[in-house]
């Protein structure tokens, strides 16, 4: 089974500032399989990028997704007061069928 | 407007049942990949099965031989019935429509359109 390491854990910032986050995959996969969602607090996640690097739809350019093998990174080029939530990434695989990573918490400075 | 509308949670004892479901709008769920996850306390994300359009299910081990997952196509309403019911499986359920694209071959998943949840609690 694949797991999924994102970090950093949390990410204190301020709006307009740049955000980097880290998804490391225990083993290599395809990049297609790789997804990004946003939670925020009581809220269901929401499909950010797809496939490593393709937005969602309505998902503004300033959130853009990179990466392959077990390094992906999902980067949010200037802080808007509506990022600030939790960031899952996720696997699609065999079995099981998705996994997560824990998250990272993108929070205000 | 696509919706997914969860329903069925609440407070049951530990080896109690219960069933959630989830209705859709704009939404047809026989037609879709659709799948359960669910989120316990302050946790992160965890899948838990998925049926096929085909009608195929699949289940975490967490779940497997306790979660049953179904639809309704006349209803267009995904179900998952839950036995056995554990403390850990106290969480935040929500049902999830699947999106696919196909390169080199090999077709690839993701969760596009989700439900706002429905909470479970197992406690005596």
């Known amino acids: 089974e694949i797991v999924l390491t994102q970090s950093p854990g949390t990410l204190s910032l301020s709006p307009g500032e740049r955000a980097t986050l880290s998804c490391r995959a225990s083993q290599s996969v395809s990049s297609n399989s790789l997804a990004w969602y946003q939670q925020k607090s009581g809220q269901a996640p929401r499909l950010l990028i797809y496939g490593a690097s393709n937005r969602a739809t309505g998902i503004p350019d300033r959130i853009s997704g990179r990466g392959s093998g077990t390094d992906f990174t999902l980067t949010i080029s200037r802080l808007e007061p509506e990022d600030f939530g939790v960031y899952y990434c996720?696997?699609?695989?065999?079995?099981?069928?998705?996994?997560f990573g824990p998250g990272t918490k993108v929070d205000i400075k | 407007e696509v919706q997914l509308v969860e329903s069925g949670g609440g407070l049951v004892q530990p080896g109690g049942s219960l069933r959630l479901s989830c209705a859709a709008s704009?939404?047809?769920?026989?037609?879709?990949?659709m799948s359960w996850v669910r989120q316990a306390p302050g946790k992160g994300l965890e899948w838990v099965s998925v049926?096929?359009?085909?009608?195929?299910?699949k289940y975490a081990e967490s779940v497997k031989g306790r979660f049953t997952i179904s639809r309704d196509i006349s209803e267009d309403t995904l179900y998952l019935q839950m036995n056995s019911l554990r403390a850990e499986d106290t969480a935040v359920y929500y049902c999830?429509?699947?999106?696919?694209?196909?390169?080199?071959?090999?077709?690839?998943?993701?969760?596009?359109?989700w439900g706002k949840g429905t909470t479970v609690i197992v406690s005596s």
């Open positions: 049926i096929y359009s085909g009608g195929i299910t």
């Open positions: 704009g939404f047809t769920v026989s037609s879709n990949y």
């Open positions: 996720q696997q699609y695989g065999s079995s099981p069928r998705f996994t």
């Open positions: 999830a429509g699947e999106k696919w694209f196909r390169e080199a071959g090999y077709y690839y998943f993701y969760m596009d359109v």
